[in-house]
């Protein structure tokens, strides 16, 4: 069982930056992959950046790639994710998740919102 915290979230004007944090419980932290979803009002969750357990591999969504930066400290159990350049429409709630190393369980935190101003 995994239980995942995020924080840092916020208002900020655009332009701006924000690093959101992902606290996760359990020992078996470094062998899952990390990832950030986000969901806008009225829109389906969006994949926003993912990386792996091993190698730290990391992808991003093309409309945050050059601005986001997901990072992650196995000994802290934390996964970062560092939004610079920030726009109207990152305007989300965002969400961390944990997959398995198997691939066939996933963990999902409350959420933090984050809005930026134009």
């Known amino acids: 069982q995994v239980q995942l915290v995020e924080s840092g979230g916020g208002l900020v004007e655009a332009g701006g930056s924000l690093r959101l944090s992902c606290a996760a419980s359990g020992r078996a932290f470094s062998t899952y992959t990390m990832s950030w979803f986000r969901q806008a009002p009225g829109k389906e969750r969006e994949f926003v950046a993912t990386?792996?357990?091993?190698?730290?591999?990391?992808s991003y969504a093309d409309s945050v790639k050059g601005r986001f930066t997901i990072s992650r400290d196995n000994a802290k159990n934390t996964v970062y994710l560092q939004m610079n350049s920030l726009k109207p429409e990152d305007t989300a709630i965002y969400y961390c998740r944990a997959r398995s190393r198997a691939g066939t369980t996933d963990y999902w935190g409350q959420g933090t919102q984050v809005t930026v101003s134009s």
């Open positions: 990386i792996t357990w091993t190698l730290s591999y990391t």
